[in-house]
């Protein structure tokens, strides 16, 4: 289980550092920055607490999330411009840590005797609304709404798990089929510019 | 029974299409119309029950009512131009349903033991912040806050079934008068054009 | 602890009484302004409650609360024209207000068994979310991340409550420490314009 503690916590630090970077496009104060850094990267987690009563909420329990959180504020603040070059590292960090953090909360969701369908909206809740929140305190309209398969993504794993768990019932291989299928996804839409239709 | 049950589901199915409608509006992509008709529909419930502290929140033990929000989000894709036509029955469908939400959630309230003015706000919370979430997430000043009776109505219908409550003791005669000081306060908003003071 | 009472209420006061002041200048309806008034002054204790799962929420359980918001509603709708010339008064109230705000929301995470660090989150988010989510449903990008030193100064009280409980063990002492430094920098910001610096 380390191995998935590992991955998980580089998810949380590409939240946390891609919503510094965009807070401080914003201008926002030093504050400003460390509660945007905060909401990108709790607040999917958060959302999927509250709303399954799991009270209180998870990061408030973990002190080394939380040091983590700082951490990477910090480093966003004083390195920004070296750790900008770093882009395709992120974007893999950023596509592990989802595709775990959606598995994660999907199984949060089955020990809760959630139907299947409940569970897929709560990991892709768990995933995407970190991001969501981050765009409605910044007052601009989600980029999630508009972008790219990234929501999808979280979906297609969910559908993906579930199928092979009805097929296969073994919970490790239904998980990686999974993580592979949001990956997977993740890398097509960015570079192949995959997208959903729009509708007028 | 089963009537309030139809009646409170003509209520999600109508505030799940006009928020689908409204954000195909706003060329959102089909996920994120998905996510606006999801929030249109179950977000006044859902924070009700996160006030209250009855979680998992009720849409997510309630898998007919999930079908039924999926089922209205396509149709609402692929039938939008013939359904837009329907417009007299969508607000018809609202209107009913508004009363409705309103009512139980007075109710639930009351079984949690909370002061009358207390539920009002509740009922009303469950009617109407499922268009204020929507309006949020779509970076608009809520509707609510500025166009016509609507929260108003579900205040008064509130009002007028604890005073009758208090004369009558008969809850089902408060629930009637309750609903029916809704329907009308919505008619009179939307065909007299009824509308709150504003202040300077 | 009836003057810690009637601190908090002016606080609550002072916070509801801003909150319609600013809703009105966005020209919104009687009920818009109604439910701003609520949320600037119960928002941040709302999402405090729902954060450690303390529901119903408290403000649901405290009628008097309730009747209190409403008299500032009515009083800022008949009378802001005069009361807006109380402005000292209203600074001082809020600031006092604030400081009571913040230290008795460390004291619930304290209670809840929550790390010091989580415990200061949790009274800055008490203290300063209440104008964070008007801001939001105001379609504006929240003042607090761009102007002064009002979070930065709960975070700092929080900081010196705890130190002054590993130095001292005395909860009272700690808690006038806590409230003296919070403040001293609202008056610090507000008189001699000190300000975070900001990051491109």
Redesign the interface.
Known sequence: MKILVFVELLGTISFAFSGAVI??R????????L??TFISSIGGG?LRD????S???S???D?YL?YTILATYFAA?FF?NKLLKLKNIFFWMDTFGLSLVTILAINKGIA?N??P??CI??GTISGCFGG?LRD???????V????NLY??AC?AGGIIYFFSVFFTAETYVSSILACGTIIFMRFGADHYKW??????
């Open positions: 807070a401080m914003h201008r926002l104060d030093a504050f400003g920055i509660i945007i958060t509250i709303l399954i009563g009270t209180p909420v990061w408030m329990l002190i939380v603040i920004h809760c959630l139907h369908l409940v909206a709560l969501v409605i305190v910044l007052n601009e309209i989600p999630l709404f508009k972008e929501a999808t979906i997208n959903l239709p729009k509708f007028k």
